[in-house]
Nanobody, 128 residues
Framework: QVQLLESGGGSVQSGGSLRLSCAAS????????IGWFRQVPGKEREGISC????????WYDDSVRGRFTISRDYAKKTAYLKMDSLKPEDTAVYYC?????????????????????WGKGTLVTVSS
């Protein structure tokens, strides 16, 4: 079982940047894709980005494309989400998860699929 721990959240002003980290334990981590999700109170958790395990291909939701960058470091067993040009509407609890698939934009249902293990989340607050 892979265990995940997010870090790097905090408070930032609009236009600022943060880098979230998702540290993993367990050798199986390398065989999974990684997805980043976020959730605000009263709303469903939404997938915003993912990176595959096979070819490092990535997917971004329209709401973050061009501002967020996902990456992973196999040696450190850590995935990252670099967030630039943050907006107040980016305020949420951010979660990472191992995923079975990270489907490309031209797929019928693109993005992260088959979530396996979840972290506990890290809060990002963006003030205007």
């Amino acid at each position: 079982q892979v265990q995940l721990l997010e870090s790097g959240g905090g408070s930032v002003q609009s236009g600022g940047s943060l880098r979230l980290s998702c540290a993993a334990s367990g050798a199986a981590w390398a065989y999974y894709g990684i997805g980043w999700f976020r959730q605000v109170p009263g709303k469903e958790r939404e997938g915003i980005s993912c990176i595959s395990s096979a070819d490092q291909s990535t997917w971004y939701d329209d709401s973050v494309r061009g501002r967020f960058t996902i990456s992973r470091d196999y040696a450190k067993k850590t995935a990252y989400l670099k967030m630039d040009s943050l907006k107040p509407e980016d305020t949420a609890v951010y979660y990472c998860a191992t995923v079975t698939f990270c489907l490309p934009p031209n797929a019928t249902l693109p993005g992260p699929r088959g979530m396996q293990s979840w972290g506990k989340g890290t809060l990002v607050t963006v003030s205007s």
